[in-house]
């Protein structure tokens, strides 16, 4: 059975940082597409950062505005993904979401699959 569990989120002030973990198992994690999604109320599901764990090639997604505040890795051994989130601004008050496709082809980007599964999202709340 396919598991993620999301966990980091919080309150933190404009300005802070957080990390955000995403435990995983349940599937083969070493040839994986793994997402960061956030959904804030009222609005649509934005994709923000994937990672294909295989070849450790990442891609933002394109709405995301100041990318460089965002940064994905993950931990092969612990089969976690994490999403570092610097400076943060009150408009990523957000629930994050991690994802995951299996068997993500060779060359394929992280971003161009449909993902099965997600976990259950931990809540980030910036204040200005």
């Known amino acids: 059975e396919v598991q993620l569990v999301e966990s980091g989120g919080g309150l933190v002030q404009a300005g802070g940082s957080l990390r955000l973990s995403c435990a995983t198992s349940?599937?083969?994690?070493?040839?994986?597409?793994i997402a960061w999604f956030r959904q804030a109320p009222g609005k649509e599901r934005e994709g923000i950062s994937c990672?294909?764990?295989?070849?450790?090639?990442?891609?933002?997604g394109l709405l995301v505005r100041d990318r460089g505040r965002f940064t994905i890795s993950g931990d092969n051994v612990r089969n976690t993904v994490y999403l570092q989130i610097d400076s943060l601004k009150p408009e990523d008050t957000a629930v994050y979401y991690c994802?995951?496709?299996?068997?993500?082809?060779?060359?394929?980007?992280?971003?161009?699959?449909?993902?099965?599964?997600y976990g259950q999202g931990t809540q980030v709340t910036v204040s200005s």
């Open positions: 990672l294909s764990t295989r070849d450790r090639v990442t891609d933002y």
């Open positions: 349940g599937f083969t994690f070493d040839d994986a597409a």
């Open positions: 994802a995951v496709h299996e068997n993500l082809r060779v060359g394929q980007n992280c971003f161009a699959v449909w993902y099965d599964y």
